[in-house]
T-cell receptor, first 112, second 115 residues
Framework: EAQVTQNPRYLITVTGKKLTVTCSQN?????MSWYRQDPGLGLRQIYY???????DKGDVPEGYKVSRKEKRNFPLILESPSPNQTSLYFC???????????FGAGTRLSVL | QKEVEQDPGPLSVPEGAIVSLNCTYS??????FMWYRQYSRKGPELLMY????GNKEDGRFTAQVDKSSKYISLFIRDSQPSDSATYLC???????????????FGKGTKLSVIP
């Protein structure tokens, strides 16, 4: 089954404690992306990657890091989480066309 | 001015009604127009995908794009309680090269279909 898998689904942490949210896709897609979704603000792109070792900033990259060492994986790293990063996070992937993106089920993060 | 405007609702309709959901946009370079459906506590899933202007039909769903008015619509015929979800419009320029893969989303319209 074609899918984008995020882990963990739920995470509660404290300010400053480094965390990683993993994302994996099994569709051999070149393009992967991270979004955050907040009430009243909608989906906003954090980072995206057009292929292995190629990443670029989206609209709200501050406080986040990503890496793309393998085609299937695109982890999101919060090196020093802050409460304003409490949000619902989605990973997405797409083939070269880029316009049809498949989303993971989401990771709900709370930073205390 | 925001790039994509979408009425957040909520929109509540009786079962069987025709639903009309809309988005307006300001970027005339947008060429690809998508509608995503998001159930509560789930990720968005692609519902309809249209290139440039025109209509596209898929079962009970019809997507319309009017590039001259910068206006897109999603119609749901014979709405069902299972259609209750948040509907997000999304658009991209699709030029090729860096940046063309970025989707710009509306904030979503929450729809409830009452049995």
């Amino acid at each position: 089954e074609a899918q984008v898998t995020q882990n963990p689904r739920y995470l509660i942490t404290v300010t400053g404690k480094k965390l990683t949210v993993t994302c994996s896709q099994n569709m051999n897609h070149e393009y992967m992306s991270w979004y955050r979704q907040d009430p009243g603000l909608g989906l906003r792109q954090i980072y995206y990657s057009m292929n292995v070792e190629v990443t670029d900033k989206g609209d709200v990259p501050e406080g986040y890091k990503v890496s793309r060492k393998e085609k299937r994986n695109f982890p999101l790293i919060l090196e020093s989480p802050s409460p304003n990063q409490t949000s619902l996070y989605f990973c997405a992937s797409s083939d070269w066309h880029g316009n049809i993106q498949y989303f993971g089920a989401g990771t709900r993060l709370s930073v205390l | 001015q925001k790039e994509v405007e979408q009425d957040p609702g909520p929109l509540s309709v009786p079962e069987g009604a025709i639903v009309s959901l809309n988005c307006t946009y300001s970027n005339s370079a947008f060429q690809y127009f998508m509608w995503y459906r998001q159930y509560s506590r789930k990720g968005p899933e692609l519902l309809m995908y249209t290139y440039s202007s025109g209509n596209k039909e898929d079962g009970r769903f019809t997507a319309q794009v009017d590039k001259s008015s910068k206006y897109i619509s999603l119609f749901i015929r014979d709405s069902q309680p299972s259609d209750s979800a948040t509907y997000l419009c999304a658009m991209s320029e699709g030029r090729g090269g860096a940046g063309s893969y970025q989707l710009t989303f509306g904030k979503g319209t929450k729809l409830s279909v009452i049995p």
